[in-house]
DNA sequence: ATAGGGTTAG
């Protein structure tokens, strides 16, 4: 049975267990569980579950660990719970079904639940720390995970895994680089998966080359045809801006999944190919493969970003009616926003009118961003003060009713919103920008005078800001958010944007005709943005520059965004 | 004989 399921033949795996003995189908039941679930089939393996009991084969210790991890997966919260409440009550105790169990729990977002179930295990071996450590890192615990991982004494080359892809997804690309090499250094080959985390930190940071050489390695194994590190690459390359690589890595795949499709939509999206995302979204259904939520977030971004506003309605209708899959609020979000873009207000709000569900913070959120392109103050209004009911800490949407305010000539309106900001204590994330130069990551913070070389960095800044307003550029100072007093000076602050640092560094140091490419941690300012247009035709140099939402492509005095983002 | 901790898409 064990062969059989192993490599997939579940077919005569089920004929073998038709003309088995009663007293050994509990083992036989348990090996084909247990198949299914590596085989990532979980409905099956339910299934199967059903049958065994309806057969009158009760679950034993080898039966709860596989279903439990079936239900962790899938987040199916409930019957993993009826499963661990069966196990009690059969007096059923085994730590490979606690170890299952914590990660059930923390998978479902049971923190407390999968934290008692740890602390009561009396022996604990080196699977449940790392259940531990994963729970902490999935649930955002950064800080726990790092602590726990100095701790651990005895690691494996799991432990190191979930340790770097966790830093990668909590935007610690840099550390997450660094324990990758570690990690060699202590002599774990890493395997295909392992590859992933290396590479999804190089996605985090924009860090191409460093990507590039990882690309290498994987191609020398011979691992460049696996999914998990196939798939990493496509949004490796789409995060550092270069997507028609990201599209050759998708074409050469010997085949894809749907985390492939998905990836290369995300990609096309987000460099602003609206029409060429959902012409692959076609092309995956052509293909038989079907959509998930994930497509159907990604597809509905490409729609937003590139202002087909009629399709993504379209698409989004199809979600229920063609492919049973209940819209969540994370999708609703993606359709305020596309309405917004293009400036129909009055349809946002009557869907907003009849969600089926309380309307979220990211729902607010879309509202408002979409209110700031268009100057909406009335509707804006409305959407920040529920965004500071429901996340009155953060900090984006009293940069965004301020900026509207400013924008509009409230300065009386806006100097209110900042004050109201300080009184309750709210801290504006400190904006960032960074650029990769061979392999090298420089970064750079508003007015940072912290890196080697920033005297001659700030200097050619200054000479570009004047050789610019030669060719017409006007500082617009309504994005300078600080209380300044005079006109001069704030220009001089806008001076000192971190995203307009590193183009310059950028400029000084990559060879002539190379595209520059600068990541920002936060939306882009409207006046660098205005800025980089100026730039990119004078210097007659491509830049890139991917902010906290999307590509923009300055080419030649054009933006690939269209002044909306 | 059969079991637990992981990867990639937003």
């Known amino acids: 049975m064990t062969g059989y399921v192993k490599n997939g033949f579940f077919d005569s795996g089920l004929e ?335 869907v907003i009118k009849s969600l089926p569900f309380e309307p979220t913070s990211q729902i607010w959120e879309a509202l408002l961003s979409g209110c700031r392109v268009y100057g909406n103050m009335e509707l804006g209004i409305i959407a920040a003060e529920k965004l500071f009911e429901l996340i009155p800490e953060h900090d984006g949407t009293y940069m965004l009713l301020s900026n509207m305010y400013a924008a509009t000539g409230k300065w009386e309106e806006a100097a209110r919103v900042r004050k109201l900001m300080r009184d309750r204590g709210v801290k504006k994330e400190l904006a960032c920008s960074w650029i990769e130069v061979e392999t090298q990551v420089h970064k750079f913070l508003v007015d940072d005078t912290s890196h080697p070389e920033a005297e001659a960095v700030y200097k050619y800044l200054q000479e570009l800001g004047k050789e610019m307003r030669r060719f017409g550029y006007v500082p617009d100072t309504n994005f300078v958010l600080h209380d300044v007093e005079s006109d001069g000076h704030k220009q001089d602050m806008l001076i000192t944007h971190s995203e307009k640092i590193a183009v310059a560094f950028g400029l000084m140091k990559l060879p002539p005709g190379r595209a520059i490419r600068v990541f920002k941690n936060l939306r882009t300012c409207g006046d660098c943005h205005n800025f980089f247009i100026y730039l990119s035709r004078v210097v007659q140099r491509e830049i890139v520059l991917r902010d906290r939402k999307r590509f923009h492509h300055f080419r030649n005095g054009e933006c690939s965004c269209g002044n909306f983002w």
């Open 16 to 350: 073998l267990l038709e003309g088995m003995d009663e007293g050994m189908k509990l083992v036989a039941y348990n090996a084909l569980i247990s198949g299914y679930v590596h085989r990532g089939l979980h409905r099956e393996a339910l299934e199967m579950v059903r049958r065994m009991v309806s057969n009158g084969i009760e679950l034993d210790a080898f039966t709860y660990p596989s279903v439990i991890r079936a239900c962790a997966t899938s987040g199916l919260l409930q019957f993993g719970k009826q499963v661990h409440a069966y196990a009690l009550r059969r007096q059923d105790f085994s730590f490979h079904l606690d170890n299952s169990l914590v990660s059930l729990y923390y998978k479902c977002n049971k923190f407390v639940e999968a934290r008692a179930i740890f602390d009561k295990m009396r022996a604990k071996d080196l699977v449940s720390w790392n259940a531990l450590l994963s729970g902490y890192v999935s649930s955002g615990h950064i800080g726990e995970a790092k602590l726990l991982f100095k701790e651990m004494e005895e690691k494996n080359i799991l432990t190191w895994m979930i340790m770097i892809s966790g830093l990668a997804d909590n935007g610690f690309g840099e550390e997450g680089l660094r324990l990758f090499s570690c990690m060699r250094k202590e002599g774990f080959e890493p395997c295909d998966y392992a590859f992933s985390g290396a590479i999804k930190s190089c996605a985090v940071l924009g860090a191409y080359c460093n990507g590039q050489q990882f690309h290498a390695q994987l191609v020398k194994i011979g691992f460049d045809s696996s999914l998990s590190a196939a798939n990493a690459l496509i949004t490796k390359y789409a995060k550092c801006g270069v997507v028609e690589e990201a599209r050759r890595v998708f074409i050469t795949m010997p085949c894809q999944d749907s985390v492939s499709w998905n990836a290369l939509i995300a990609a096309l999206g987000q460099h602003g190919h609206g029409a060429e995302a959902v012409g692959v979204y076609e092309e995956m259904l052509k293909e038989g493969i079907k959509p998930d939520r994930i497509t159907f977030l990604t597809v509905l971004t490409a729609c937003s970003h590139a202002g087909l506003v009629d399709q993504g309605r379209e698409y989004f209708d199809s979600m229920e009616t063609v492919y049973c899959i209940p819209p969540g609020a994370d999708h609703y979000s993606r359709l305020i926003d596309l309405l917004c873009r293009s400036g129909r207000f009055t349809e946002a709000e009557s």
